[in-house]
Structure formats: C-alpha cells, structure tokens
C-alpha cells in the first residue's frame, strides 16, 4: 500500500502512516531465535577470547571489547523489542526474552519497558517531559534559571558527562537504584531488585571462575563502551537540528513520531549490529514492528528515507545542539544563543 499522489503532495500524513506500516507487525518465532542465537554465540565467544587474550596483552583484550560491546547494544536491541511486544507474538516470551537480556545489559527489563513506554507516548512533548528521554531544556526555560542551574544544565550537556559519565551512572547505579521512579509504583523497584539478585549471582559465580581481576578487566569495558554507545544512539535519534517539540494541543502524537524521531542512515555493518534503530521514525510510528523488517519498509515506501535523515557524518554536528527554540522551531546550541 502506498500513499495516494495528492497525500504525497500535500507532505507526509503521519496517521495514513501509521495505519499502512501496520502489515509490517507480524513477528516471526523462527527469525527472533535466530536472531538470539547469531547475537548471543558471538558475544560469548568474544568475551571468552577477551578473557583469553588476558595472557597475551590487554591491548589485545581491549581491541576485542569494541566488537563486544557492538554486540551487547545488539542483544539490548533485542530486549527493546520484547519490551514493545514485538519480537515475538507471545507476551510471556518477549517478557522471559527480555529479562534474561536484561541482566546482560545491566537493564531491569520491567523498568525499562515502563519508563520506555513513556517515552513513546510524550516523545516531543514539552508538557510531559523527563521519564525515559535525554532532559531538554527551551531558550526561554535555559535564560529564566539562575546561574547555578544554567551551568548545571550546561555539564549535563557537556559531551564527556552526556556519552561518557552519564551511560557509566545509568547502567551501574540508577538501573540498580530506581529512585526517581517510584511516583510509579512498586513494579520499578521489583525489577530492579530481581535484576540486582541474578546479577550479583552470575556476576560472584564468574569471578570464582576467572577470577576478580580478569573479570573487571574484560566486563567493564565491554560494559562501559556498550553503554555509551547507546546513549549516543538515543541521543541523535531525537536531538537533531530538525527534530519537533510542542506543547498543549499543537503536540500530536503521530506527527511527533514521524518529525521528531531521525531516520540515521548508518552504513549497513552499523545498521545491523544497532538492529535498523535509526529507522526511529517508522519505529516510533509502529513501534510493534519487530527491527528486522524495518529495512523492508524503506524498501517498499523509499519516500520515508530522507524524512529526518542524518548520516553517520552529519550526527557528530548534533552534539553541540543543547535548547529547544520555540520561536525557531529547531535545536540550537548555547553558541547560537549566546551570538543571538
């Protein structure tokens, strides 16, 4: 099904959108197994190698914790489907899937799938930020707050505290401490709490195995490269230059999907160990379609390509992009403010 040629005229309609990438929602149980498996064999298999070559050189061990890590922030793009119900068509599977992935990628799975859920649903929202999305300030917010704010705000933009310090602080300490989500309700802290339990529990049985030493020198930097590597996925799929906010009734769910999320054109050994996630707007449209049929739907309709497109060059220019202009309707950085 494609778009009629006065709608593609008239621009992209994101609730036409919405009701024609509903075909692409059927989950396969044979491709989410093999997807597991060519996920989770490598990974062991790198881990193992980085734990062997300990005796060789550390250098080597730290070579081999980039693919590692490559393949980890796969395996959490596999419980990111499961939390969304998509990457296979029973609840119970995607649900036990996903909390076993979860003690890998150090990510309570039930919390994640709340504070995500969330996310989806205020994506671009100024209303209703500050759960499961980067915190965004507006010009107007940034120059109404005094200097101890401001310059708070401008540390956490900073890109050594965003993709460095800020994932290590996420995965280590606040996934495992949920207090800024108990307004939630008690579920959070379950999660958490069962996740500590198994991890303290595979993580003391590995270091009896291999020892303490060699198992902080071969997990942390798998652990700590992963991490950042999320969060700059996260981070450029909704903080780019054209991305769209708004507040009361001029936000609308579906518009803010397929505007404000970016298509991240990443080359295709980058596409498939991220699982198609730059696809973000088609995701956020249909968020049940499971990661690997994305790539069909930019086959089958090659006119959402370049809706918010961004290739791997064009990220780096997002970094510097901290404030939301209201009357600019874009992303600006606090250079731009300064010289305005």
Same mark, same amino acid.
């Given at each position: ?21 509903? !075909? *692409? $929602? ?9 997807? @597991?498996?060519?996920?989770? #064999?490598? %990974?062991? +298999? ?105 310059? !708070? *705000? $401008? ?9 460095? @310090?800020?994932?290590?602080? #996420?995965? %280590?300490? +606040? ?166």
């Amino acid at each position: 099904m494609t778009l009629p040629v006065a709608e593609k005229d008239a621009g992209l309609d994101a609730r036409v959108w919405s009701q024609i990438l509903a !075909r *692409y $929602r059927n989950p396969s149980a044979r491709r989410g197994i093999v997807e @597991i498996l060519i996920t989770a #064999v490598p %990974l062991v +298999a790198l881990w193992v190698a980085m734990w062997l070559a300990l005796g060789v050189s550390y250098w080597l061990s730290l070579a081999l914790a980039v693919p590692a890590a490559m393949f980890l922030v796969r395996l959490f793009m596999i419980q990111h489907d499961c939390s969304h119900g998509s990457f296979f068509g029973q609840r119970w599977a995607n649900e036990w899937v996903g909390r076993v992935c979860g003690v890998f990628t150090l990510t309570p799975f039930d919390l994640w799938r709340r504070s995500h859920a969330i996310h989806h649903a205020t994506s671009g929202n100024l209303e209703r930020r500050g759960i499961g999305d980067i915190e965004t300030m507006t010009v107007g917010e940034y120059l109404s707050q005094p200097w101890w704010e401001r310059l !708070r *705000y $401008r540390l956490y933009r900073n890109p050594i505290v965003l993709f460095v @310090i800020g994932p290590a602080y #996420v995965f %280590l300490i +606040a996934n495992r401490l949920p207090i800024g989500m108990t307004h939630l309700g008690w579920r959070p802290w379950l999660s958490s709490m069962v996740n500590n339990a198994v991890l303290a529990v595979v993580i003391t049985f590995m270091m009896w195995l291999i020892g303490v030493g060699p198992f902080l020198m071969v997990h942390l930097p798998v652990i700590l490269l992963a991490s950042s590597m999320g969060v700059w996925l996260f981070f450029v799929q909704h903080q780019f230059d054209e991305t769209v906010w708004a507040d009361g009734e001029d936000w609308n769910l579906q518009h803010a999907a397929l505007k404000g999320s970016s298509h991240y054109d990443l080359p295709a050994v980058l596409r498939w160990f991220t699982a198609n996630i730059g696809v973000h707007h088609v995701h956020h449209l249909s968020s049940r379609i499971p990661y690997y049929r994305l790539g069909r739907v930019l086959k089958d309709h090659p006119e959402l390509r370049d809706v918010g497109r961004l290739t791997l060059w064009q990220s780096f220019a997002c970094v510097r992009l901290a404030l939301w202009d209201e009357r600019a309707k874009r992303m600006v950085s606090f250079g731009e403010l300064r010289r305005a």
